[in-house]
């Protein structure tokens, strides 16, 4: 079935022959047609008739194409409409000028009839699309915000504005944007602030997120990247630049990734979940350690709130702590067991588990932070740490986080060599080893937290 079919045309040509020949082509295809004999004509028309599509030539008297273009674009009850233009002129200027005008695809008149039903059919197909696509635009400047509204309206979408990534949230419990378009620099919660709650919500973490900002630093734009950000546009940009990212970004094509993309999630999700599985297995082989990874979590997610840590790294360290010791599946039983002190060769066998652990981890790439928990929980900001005896700031900060959460909970757990100290008696063994064992802004924001032990 034609993508015409019961569809109403209006076809805009000088040339009474070639009016004829256009319409019938057309009619062939299931449309019904209406006929104008300049752009003049063609805009009365249009306010008389619903039309679902314009095809017109561009060199006409009185009013032409590229001119009947723009006025149906800067018409709110008209700029929805798709237009085709016509025209035996195929030079790339004269491409530019029909696209800069609004119009939404350029044939030539020497097309056959495939030509012509295919190229209708992707412009019927995008047309429908953005129809049904909202599109949420956020930005503080009320001048940017017009003119990416104006631009997308006269594409075709809907578009909700909001001046901040709160009053964005605040929108999102009425729609569901196909898109969001966000600047970054923002007061009262940013675009990159924005982007990290969206990520956790189940219900928009996979709308496409779009970045519009005048920050052009390349490690901003890699963040925004990392963070799931599906493009990124420097300001100022050209409105149609701008409109083209957004139809691609809710093409066919992107569709697929996305679909990809939520594939590989799943995926993720549940290697994760056997992970976790193997993690509770790895406590149940050892009493003493029962609960160990659950409390480290929660003790790592109040000293991250603390600091102020986004949602991200929060979601991270919740995982990341619950699986910190995974790499101790690769540990014997006989030594991870043993009742009495470890031997120095024992120490040394032991201090193997965080690599261990990296390498049952890394090969989901998307984990992240959580590869760095796992890895780097047991380094040291004197360095002498392992396994890679990092220094200081080189140490990522949730894995410092993580380091003053699992000493925490080792100093009140009972090991099969001594009892668990009481809270006060731990709180005195961290101060003293904050700024050499564990990070001191780490340790600053645990007691800040007023952490009590987790029974």
């Avoid at 295919?118 to 930005?139: N, W």
């Avoid at 490690?219 to 100022?236: D, E, F, H, N």
């Avoid at 102020?308 to 702590?321: I, T």
């Avoid at 590869?371 to 047991?378: K, M």
Wanted: aromatic residues 6%; negative net charge; charged residues 25%.
């Amino acid at each position: 079935m034609s993508a015409l079919e019961g569809k109403t045309v209006l076809v805009v040509e000088d040339s009474l022959t070639l009016l004829k020949m256009m319409a019938l082509r057309l009619r062939n295809f299931g449309a019904r047609t209406f006929e104008a004999a300049d752009g003049q004509q063609a805009l009365q028309m249009v306010l008389e008739e619903e039309i679902d599509l314009v095809v017109s030539d561009v060199e006409m008297p009185v009013l032409d194409g590229l001119e009947l273009c723009r006025r149906l674009k800067n018409e709110p009850s008209t700029r929805q409409i798709p237009i085709i233009l016509l025209s035996a002129l195929d030079a790339e200027t004269d491409l530019e000028r029909g696209y800069q005008a609004g119009a939404s695809s350029y044939i030539s008149k020497r097309s056959n009839d495939h030509e012509l039903e295919d190229t209708i059919e992707k412009v019927m197909e995008q047309a429908g699309r953005q129809r049904q696509s909202l599109v949420l635009v956020v930005d503080d400047s009320a001048t940017i915000l017009k003119l990416v509204e104006t631009g997308l309206s006269k594409a075709g979408f809907n578009v909700v504005t909001a001046e901040n990534g709160r009053a964005a949230i605040k929108k999102l419990e009425k729609y569901k944007p196909a898109i969001i378009v966000s600047d970054l620099d923002m007061p009262e919660m940013n675009g990159m602030q924005l982007r990290d709650w969206l990520r956790t919500s189940e219900e928009f973490c996979e709308v496409p997120f779009l970045v519009m900002s005048a920050n052009s630093e390349k490690a901003t734009m890699s963040q925004m990247v990392q963070k799931g950000a599906a493009g990124y546009l420097v300001k100022p940009f050209n409105i149609d630049q701008f409109v083209f990212t957004v139809e691609r970004l809710l093409s066919d094509q992107f569709q697929l990734l996305l679909k990809e993309r939520e594939r590989l999630e799943v995926e993720r999700n549940s290697m994760l979940a056997t992970i976790t599985v193997l993690a509770q297995a790895l406590e149940a082989r050892d009493p003493y350690t029962a609960g160990h990874s659950r409390r480290v979590a929660q003790y790592s997610l109040s000293i991250a709130r603390q600091i102020g840590l986004a949602e991200e790294e929060l979601h991270a360290l919740k995982v990341g702590g619950e699986l910190h010791d995974i790499g101790k599946i690769g540990i014997s039983d006989a030594l991870l067991l043993k009742p009495g002190k470890l031997t120095d060769d024992e120490v040394f066998m032991f201090r193997h588990h965080p690599a261990i652990g990296g390498e049952i981890l890394s090969p989901i790439p998307s984990l992240g932070h959580m590869v760095d928990i796992v890895l780097l929980h047991h380094e040291r900001p004197d360095g002498l740490g392992y396994p890679k005896k990092l220094k200081g700031d080189a140490i990522p900060l949730v894995a410092r986080i993580c380091a003053v959460a699992d000493c925490f909970d080792a100093l009140t757990s009972d090991r099969p060599y001594r009892k668990g100290f009481d809270q006060e008696k731990a709180f005195s063994i961290i101060r003293e080893i904050s700024g050499t064992q564990l990070c001191a802004t780490c340790v600053e924001a645990f007691f800040a937290a007023h952490i009590e032990v987790i029974k």
